[in-house]
């Protein structure tokens, strides 16, 4: 064996695959965001459904009876009529979104800008090459993860649906998956993919280029350095910019995903997406657009807190022999009825194994 082959097994992981550890890693970290986290998206989702006017040409009058609540108030509903614990409501299909979403956009997005785009020459990352790589990285990864968008979307409304008096949808994930499968075929996963794409391009257009600028700026202008206090100020500002051009596609993109289909899956409430966009402004007001701002906001900050401290945890536990543990307090912390993870520990836990370099560090 070769001399620089010798070199190269003994680096650390993280820096022999750097790409699939960041996919790794990135799974991991929004995993446990989106448990923290998602409590704040299930109240945005049902304050994105309250008072949905194209409700009426159905002869549904929930719109009519339901009054309307606010963030705090949907959230203390929820606890006090369904139970704390339905606060997780459809928490699974949201974390099989979020390892398909969150790696493959910051994937893609990385490999866009160092080696699509490239920096300048002085290593500065040029504004508008951040604004098309991060629309370009949310498109594709919203547009694979769509289906469990879907799911997830569907799940997190079963319980008013319950308190209505409806019929459940489903009896669990899978079932959902194959229910939907079933009705609408492979098309029917993807119900509600264009406004869920644009909602994508415009978070990331938001969230990414001010992430990066708002980070650059704080390095380059003052006494901070490139850590978690820096992250964790870009996220904020990035949260807010993010919100402001998201929530109305967001709305859009909810209302289309849990709209009654009948049995070749078609929508029965709205044609498109600009059919839902024009009846929501016409029957509701503009302001109905930014229903669920607030939550969309406090989860977009707190779930990017999470998430970098998380990943820079995991990245420094990367490299040493601590690595496994960490997988496996990982695992540990997810909901005890999420069985499917467990192949993601020994997936993990294997892939870390293959390296010679790890066995020297023991």
Wanted: net charge positive; charged share 20%; glycine share 8%.
């Amino acid at each position: 064996m070769s001399v620089p082959e010798d070199e190269e097994r003994l680096l650390p992981l993280a820096q022999r695959w750097p790409r699939a550890s960041k996919f790794l890693l990135s799974g991991c970290a929004a995993t446990v965001a989106e448990l923290a986290t998602f409590p704040l998206d299930l109240t945005k989702t049902r304050l994105q459904m309250q008072g949905e006017a194209a409700l009426a040409r159905l002869g549904d009058g929930a719109r009519e009876s339901a009054p309307y609540r606010g963030m705090v108030r949907t959230a203390l509903g929820i606890v006090q009529e369904e139970g704390f614990l339905k606060l997780w409501q459809g928490v699974t299909p949201a974390i099989y979104r979020h390892v398909v979403y969150s790696g493959g956009r910051m994937v893609t997005y990385e490999h866009l800008r160092e080696v699509v785009f490239g920096k300048s020459e002085d290593k500065h990352y040029p504004l508008w090459k951040s604004v098309i790589g991060g629309m370009m990285a949310g498109v594709v990864g919203q547009f694979l993860a769509n289906p469990t968008d879907l799911v997830k979307v569907q799940m997190q409304m079963e319980g008013k649906r319950k308190l209505e008096g409806k019929p459940l949808r489903f009896r669990g994930v899978h079932h959902a998956f194959a229910k939907i499968l079933s009705e609408g075929g492979i098309r029917g996963l993807w119900a509600g993919w264009v406004p869920n794409i644009q909602r994508a391009a415009l978070v990331n257009m938001g969230d990414l280029t001010t992430y990066d600028t708002v980070k650059h700026y704080l390095v380059l202008n003052t006494p901070l350095e490139d850590n978690i206090t820096t992250h964790g100020l870009s996220s904020l500002c990035s949260g807010l910019v993010a919100s402001i051009l998201g929530t109305p596609a967001d709305v859009i993109k909810s209302r289309i995903m849990n709209q009654p289909r009948d049995k070749q899956g078609r929508g029965l409430l709205y044609k498109s997406s600009t059919d839902c966009l024009i009846q929501a402004v016409q029957g509701e007001g503009f302001m109905s657009l930014y229903k669920g701002f607030l939550p969309s906001w406090l989860r977009m900050v707190t779930s990017g807190f999470s998430f970098v401290f998380v990943f820079f945890v995991l990245k420094l536990l990367l490299i040493c022999k601590y690595f496994p543990l960490s997988l496996l307090v990982f695992s540990m912390a997810l909901p005890p009825n999420h069985n499917s993870f467990s192949f993601l520990y020994l997936f993990l836990f294997s892939f870390y194994l293959s390296s010679e370099s790890c066995y020297l560090s023991w």
